[in-house]
């Protein structure tokens, strides 16, 4: 497990550690595919940053033992349901790698990657029950699962689609990316024991943060940055236009239509171009300002946070999230 900036904040880097070791504890299984594959995917290096918001947003410092237990476990539900979806995504998309890493379903085949992220959708549900039972969040989590799977399909419906409009792609994002982001800032307020002002704030906050860092991921595919092991046009190839080349359809579509019309026939050739054309007209530097007005609007409503301690780390974070192209 990767914990990154987290190290110069013992408190959620011991917590994390601990959601790391409550997730180990949990993917034991007979079957030794499956136990092979879940292992796999628990130490492929995971940032952890879904917990991580939860657990600023609860802080974590100023509840009892008892109380601790419980965060350690719905922060553990998050990153569970997150390498679930992971999983499935890499199944749909046919990826060979995931976190820099040989995927599950490259490593395994399909059909134990589908019935590993089903396990792993078994432990997200017996954790929210554990800690949720007559809690109005267990009906939230539930919701945030249909809203990440109304954001797959749609990304699925807009494969290969040159009049995709950006307000499909940013209600996409907000399904399939911000919902966890939003999730975990809201209910570690809640389970926090926040106002129910703090509690609207942290869930915007997790929003438009999880917004800003689909777009950063969505440029990484044409910055082709491999240290951050984002196999370069991997999501053009397969028909799912992001923000970059969204912006750049929108003045200069007479240059890109005759390479994406040949779809999943597109060579390599082809795609350099399409990338050389998105770079060139500035649909990478459009989608960095894009996503800098929505990490900006974050940190803005973190300024209006109580505590001094979760502004500071919120902030850190951002900072980084925004940076994490350069």
Known sequence: MKQHFFH?????NNALGKVNQTINDRITIKNTQLHDALQQMASNGGKYLRPAFFLLFANINHQTA????KLIKIASSLEVLHMATLIHDDIIDDSPKRRGAVSVQAAFGKDTAVYTGDFLFTIFFDLLVETMTGSAYLTRNARTMRKILTGELGQMDNRFDLDQSLL???RNVNGKTAAIF???AEEGAYFGHADHRTINLAKRIGQNIGISFQILDDILDYSGDERLNKPV????????YSLPLLLTLQNHR????PLLAKKRQMTIEDIEK??????THGGVEQAQEIATKFTQKAQTEIDELADKHTRKMLKLVANKLLTRVN
Do not use: M, N, R
Request: glycine fraction near 4%.
């Open 8 to 12: 110069t904040y013992p408190a959620i």
């Open 274 to 279: 399409v990338q050389k054309i998105v770079v």
């Open 66 to 69: 008892d109380e601790q237990e």
């Open 254 to 257: 007479h240059e890109l239509e």
């Open 182 to 184: 939003s999730l975990a």
């Open 168 to 170: 499909d792609y940013y």
């Open 233 to 240: 046009l991997e999501d053009l190839a397969t028909g799912v």
